[in-house]
C-alpha cells in the first residue's frame, strides 16, 4: 500500500498552497466542532496517512447529493471535492466512459480492496430482481453489492441511501429500498436530507478521511454533530412560535413580517438537520427564511406524512419543551449513540487490522 | 438484420442519470439506433391519491439538477388548476429563480459533460489538443475549477430567495414565498455581476453583448476568444456541424412567463416558420415502450410499467409527438423559435448548432438576469394567495434548461387524480413510435461515423451530449 499517496501529496499536486492547506485545517477543525488545539493532529493526518480512496455509486436518486456537495462553500470546496478526495470512481463527475468505466470500477475496488470507502448515492430497487435501475447491463443492487464487499465502510448520502426518499413514497412503485437494508455486514453511516447540506457532506467525509474513523452517531447512526439537534431549537424565527405569531396565508401581513411558518405546516419542530445554523448554499439562508416551512426532508419517512402543508399536531408549544419522560428517553438515547458509534468504530479498526495482517 | 454488427453503448458517464444506446453499423457508419433509459421510479403513481399541493415537494425530486424547472411547472400547473397567476414581481422573482439554474445547468453542461470528451486520447495528433487538455481534462482542467467556482456564487442567489438549491420550496402558484429586501436584491445584483464576469472573461473572452449580437454563422465561426472559441474552433477542425443533425422540428412552451410575455418566445419550428403549438395535439406513444395503455394525451395518460418487458418494446421511456411527429427541444430550439438571427440559421444542425445555441442562451439569459434584478421592487407583493378546487385540471408547461417541461394535473375530490409529466429528454431522447418513426436522438445518431475497433464510438459519445439529456427526468 505504501504506493498510495497522502492527502497532502495530492493536494500539493494540485498546486494548493502550504497557507492554504493549513487554513484548511484550521477551518475543518471548526466546522467540526473541534477546537484549536486539533488543527495539528488533522495536519499531521493529512501529511502522513496514504489517502484513503472513496468510490461513489449511484442507484436510483437524482443526483442532487452530488449537485448538494460540488456547491460546498467549504474552505478550498472547489479543491476538496475535485482533489483532495480524488474520488477515484465517479459515476457522474468521471471521465472515462462505457466500457472503460466499469473497467475503472472494477480496478479500483480490487486495487483497494478493504480500504476504501463506498459512498452510496440513491437505493436499489428491489422490484422485478432491481430491473428499475440497471446500470452497465446488471441490476444496481448487484454492483452495490460487489462494492460493498471490500469497502471498510459505507456512507448513504442524502435520505434516499438512508431512508429510501420519495421513490419508495407509496405506493413505492419500484421497491425502492435505502442501503442499510440491503448491506447488513459493514459500518453505515447516515447523512439524510434532500439532498444533505454541502458542508455537512464535507464535514462526514472530512472527518472519516482524517481520523480513519467514524464521527459519533446517533441512535439512528447519524452523525451527532450535524443531527443532534432540530431546526426549531435553532430556527431564527423561533421567538415569533414561542410568542404565537404566525403566518395564517401565504400573502397576509405577517409572512412579509416572518413571522412563524408553524401553521403552513413547517416541520422544523420535529426535524433533525443542521439547516437553521450552518445554512444552504454558501450559508446565505434555509427554507424557513425563504418563507416556506420545512418539510422535513432529513427525517425517516418525511414523504408520507399527510401533506407537506398539513401542520404538526402532536408537538408541546409555548415553551413546555419536555416531559420527565422525554428525558428519560434522552439520556438512553446518549448511551445508545456512544455504544452504536463505539461498535462502528471497532468494525472500521478490524477491517483496517485485517487488511494490514493481509 | 442479422450479420449487422451491433453495438451496445452504455452505460454513458458525465450523464445524469442512466443511458444505453444500442446501434447497428453498417459500413462504418451507424445505420439504426435505439435509446433506452433503464432507469425507472414511478413518480407519477406515488403523487396520485395525495395532496395536490404536495406536487410542490415531489416533482423537485425527479431531478436534482433541473428541480426548479420542475418546480415550476408544478407550480404552473396547480396555478391553471386554481385560476391563479403569480403577481407581476412574484413572476419576475420566479424567473430569475428558475434562470439561475437554466444558465448554471448550461455552463455545467459546457465544462463538465461536454467539453472533456475532446481531451481523449483519439485526437491527440490535433493541434487544439493540449489547450483543450488543460482547459477540459475531467476533475483536474482548470476550466471546470473555475466554473463550478462561479456557478456555487450564482447559485447564492437561489439561497438567498428561495432558500436552498437543489429542491427549492419557494415556487408556489401564486408567485413565491420569499420577498426580497433591498438588501438582497443588492446582494444578487453583485453575485450577477461577478458570474457575468466569469462569463466573460472564461467562456466567452469578451463582452456578452457583442457574442448575443453574432447573426450568422460566419460571425459565429470568426469568434475566436475564450472557451467557445476553442469550442468553435474544435467545431470547425472536426466538422461538427455535420455530426448528427437534427430533423429541423422544433418545439418551445416559452421560457420565462412575466406579466408583459415570455423571456423567450413559445412556438413550433417546422419547414422555417414558427406557429403556435396546439398544445392538444400532444400525445404519447407507447409502442416502443414498457408501459401499458394506448396513445394517449396526457390529461388522459396512464403510467403502468410492462413488467414482463414485452419483445418488440425497449425503453422505459414513452414517445411523446406533436401533431404525430417527434419534434427536438433544447436551447438551440428556444433561441430559434424566439427568432434571434444565428439561432435561425443553425436550424437543423447537428452538434455544433446544439452546442452553440446553449453558448447563445448563456450570454443572452444573463443580459435578461440584469434586467429583472434592476427591476425588483422590495415593496412589492410577491405571492397571491388562492384555492385548490375539489374537482379541476391544469397544464404547467415550461422551459427547463434542457428543453419542454410538461405537467398535467387532474384534481378529482381534492386530491390528485392523475398526474403525467413530460420531460425534454423524453421528447429528445424518445423511441420509436407506432409508425416506427425514430425519437430525435435516434435520427440524429443515423450516419455516425464508427472507426473500427471502436467500441464506444466517440462521434456517439458528442451527438448523445449535444443533446445534454437528463434521463432521471426522462422516465420519472
Not at chain 1, 445554512?279 to 416551512?293: A, D, E, K, L, T
Not at chain 2, 400547473?77 to 422573482?93: I, K, N, R
Not at chain 2, 434542457?402 to 421528447?427: D, F, V
Not at chain 2, 461515423?449 to 427526468?473: A, K, L
Amino acid at each position: 500500500m505504501s504506493d498510495i499517496e497522502t492527502f497532502y501529496d495530492v493536494m500539493r499536486r494540485q498546486g494548493i498552497t502550504r497557507r492554504s492547506f493549513m487554513k484548511f485545517c484550521s477551518l475543518t477543525a471548526a466546522a467540526l466542532g473541534l477546537g484549536p488545539s486539533f488543527v495539528p493532529q488533522i495536519a499531521e493526518a493529512m501529511e502522513t496517512k496514504p489517502r484513503t480512496p472513496v468510490v461513489w455509486v449511484h442507484g436510483l436518486e437524482c443526483t442532487c447529493c452530488s449537485e448538494s456537495f460540488i456547491r460546498s462553500a467549504h474552505p478550498l470546496a472547489k479543491d476538496v471535492v475535485l482533489s483532495m478526495i480524488s474520488l477515484d470512481y465517479d459515476d457522474t463527475l468521471m471521465a472515462a466512459a462505457g466500457h472503460a468505466a466499469e473497467a475503472a470500477f472494477e480496478e479500483t475496488i480490487e486495487k483497494y480492496k478493504g480500504n476504501y470507502i463506498l459512498a452510496v448515492e440513491g437505493n436499489p430497487p428491489l422490484n422485478e430482481d432491481g430491473m428499475f435501475c440497471i446500470t452497465g447491463g446488471k441490476p444496481f443492487v448487484e454492483k452495490l453489492r460487489h462494492a460493498a464487499e471490500g469497502a471498510k465502510a459505507i456512507i448513504s448520502w442524502g435520505a434516499c441511501a438512508s431512508y429510501g426518499c420519495v421513490q419508495a413514497a407509496a405506493p413505492n412503485p419500484t421497491q425502492a429500498t435505502p442501503v442499510h437494508k440491503v448491506i447488513t455486514d459493514k459500518p453505515i453511516i447516515k447523512v439524510p436530507g434532500c439532498p444533505p447540506i454541502a458542508e455537512v457532506m464535507t464535514g462526514v467525509i472530512t472527518y472519516m478521511l482524517t481520523f480513519d474513523r467514524m464521527p459519533e452517531l446517533d441512535r439512528q447512526g447519524r452523525p451527532a454533530m450535524f443531527y443532534s439537534q432540530r431546526i426549531h431549537d435553532k430556527c431564527y424565527r423561533r421567538p415569533h412560535f414561542d410568542a404565537g405569531q404566525f403566518v395564517e396565508h401565504w400573502d397576509d401581513e405577517n409572512a412579509r413580517k416572518g413571522y412563524c411558518l408553524y401553521k403552513m405546516g413547517c416541520k422544523g419542530p420535529t426535524t433533525y438537520n443542521a439547516c437553521s445554523t450552518v445554512r444552504w448554499n454558501g450559508g446565505v439562508s434555509f427554507p424557513i427564511q425563504s418563507g416556506h416551512g420545512c418539510i422535513g426532508c432529513s427525517e425517516d419517512g418525511f414523504w408520507d406524512q399527510g401533506s407537506f402543508y398539513d401542520r404538526l399536531t402532536t408537538i408541546k408549544q409555548f415553551g413546555i419543551e419536555a416531559t420527565a419522560d422525554k428525558i428519560g428517553w434522552t439520556a438512553t438515547g446518549l448511551v445508545g449513540a456512544a455504544v452504536a458509534a463505539h461498535a462502528a468504530v471497532s468494525v472500521l479498526k478490524r477491517a483496517q487490522k485485517k487488511n494490514e495482517e493481509a | 438484420m442479422s450479420d449487422t454488427p451491433r453495438l451496445v453503448v452504455g452505460p454513458f458517464n458525465r450523464v445524469e442519470g442512466d443511458l444505453e444506446v444500442h446501434l447497428d453499423i453498417s459500413e462504418g457508419r451507424v445505420a439504426a439506433a435505439r435509446v433506452n433509459a433503464p432507469l425507472y421510479r414511478g413518480f407519477e403513481r406515488m403523487l396520485e391519491g395525495r395532496a395536490p399541493g404536495d406536487a410542490l415537494t415531489l416533482t423537485p425530486r425527479i431531478c436534482g439538477i433541473c428541480s426548479i424547472s420542475q418546480s415550476a411547472a408544478a407550480a404552473r400547473a396547480l396555478g391553471a388548476a386554481m385560476g391563479l397567476v403569480p403577481t407581476d414581481q412574484g413572476a419576475m422573482l420566479a424567473a430569475l429563480i428558475h434562470a439561475v439554474e437554466n444558465v448554471s445547468d448550461h455552463l455545467v453542461h459546457f465544462n463538465l459533460f461536454f467539453m472533456p470528451d475532446f481531451t481523449r486520447p483519439c485526437y491527440a495528433a490535433r493541434p487544439w489538443y493540449p489547450r483543450a487538455v488543460a482547459r477540459f481534462a475531467a476533475i483536474e482542467g482548470q476550466a471546470a475549477r473555475a466554473a463550478i467556482a462561479a456557478r456555487a456564487g450564482l447559485m447564492h442567489i437561489l439561497g438567498l430567495v428561495a432558500g436552498k438549491w437543489p429542491h427549492t420550496l419557494a415556487l408556489q402558484p401564486g408567485g413565491v414565498t420569499r420577498t426580497p429586501g433591498a438588501r438582497d436584491v443588492l446582494r444578487i445584483q453583485t453575485e450577477l455581476r461577478m458570474f457575468r464576469k466569469h462569463l466573460e472573461t472564461q467562456v466567452f473572452g469578451g463582452p456578452l453583448e457583442d457574442f448575443a449580437a453574432l447573426d450568422s454563422r460566419s460571425a459565429l465561426m470568426r469568434w475566436d476568444r475564450g472557451d467557445a472559441g476553442l469550442f468553435l474552433e474544435i467545431a470547425a477542425d472536426l466538422d461538427l456541424d455535420a455530426l448528427g443533425r437534427g430533423a429541423g422540428r422544433y418545439l418551445s412552451f416559452g421560457a420565462y412567463p412575466l406579466a408583459e410575455g415570455h423571456g423567450f418566445a413559445p412556438g413550433l419550428w417546422q419547414a422555417g416558420e414558427v406557429t403556435a403549438p396546439n398544445m392538444a395535439a400532444i400525445a404519447e406513444d407507447l409502442s416502443h415502450s414498457w408501459m401499458l395503455g394506448g396513445m394517449a394525451h396526457p390529461f388522459d395518460g396512464v403510467t403502468r410499467p410492462d413488467e414482463t418487458m414485452r419483445e418488440g418494446a425497449y425503453s422505459w421511456c414513452k414517445a411523446p409527438r406533436l401533431e404525430g411527429a417527434p419534434v427536438e427541444v433544447g436551447a438551440l430550439a428556444r433561441q430559434l423559435i424566439d427568432g434571434h438571427p444565428l439561432a435561425v440559421q443553425l436550424a437543423g444542425g447537428g452538434v455544433l448548432a446544439r452546442v452553440a445555441g446553449r453558448l447563445l442562451e448563456l450570454a443572452r439569459t444573463q443580459i435578461l438576469m440584469e434586467a429583472w434584478a434592476e427591476a425588483l421592487d422590495p415593496g412589492a407583493v410577491f405571492m397571491r394567495q388562492g384555492n385548490l378546487p375539489e374537482t379541476g385540471e391544469g397544464a404547467g408547461l415550461v422551459e427547463a434548461a434542457r428543453g419542454s417541461l410538461g405537467h398535467w394535473l387532474r384534481i378529482e375530490g381534492g386530491k390528485i387524480a392523475s398526474y403525467q409529466i413530460i420531460a425534454p429528454t423524453t421528447w429528445n431522447f424518445s423511441p420509436r413510435d407506432a409508425q416506427g418513426v425514430p425519437g430525435p436522438l435516434e435520427a440524429a445518431l443515423v450516419g455516425a461515423p464508427v472507426e473500427p475497433g471502436e467500441d464506444s464510438p466517440v462521434s456517439v459519445q458528442h451527438i448523445v451530449r449535444s443533446f445534454d439529456p437528463c434521463m432521471v427526468c426522462t422516465v420519472h
